[in-house]
């Protein structure tokens, strides 16, 4: 998603996606990869809904 730094005003950009627990640790190495500098939020998930199932 495009974003707007809150302080700097800067374009930045925003992934957003949804790992189970067993994925975080790979997650978090290939995001640091990419970019060392990467903010990650993570935030527990109860449910996702959605009407494409079939590509979730």
Request: aromatic content about 10%; hydrophobic content about 40%; cysteine-free.
């Amino acid at each position: 998603m495009d974003a707007t730094g809150g302080y700097s005003k800067r374009s930045k950009s925003i992934v957003y996606f949804v790992v189970n627990r067993y994925q975080i640790n790979r997650m978090k190495e290939q995001v640091h990869e990419i970019d060392s500098g990467a903010y990650i939020i993570m935030s527990e998930v109860a449910d996702i809904f959605s009407n494409n199932m079939d590509k979730v």
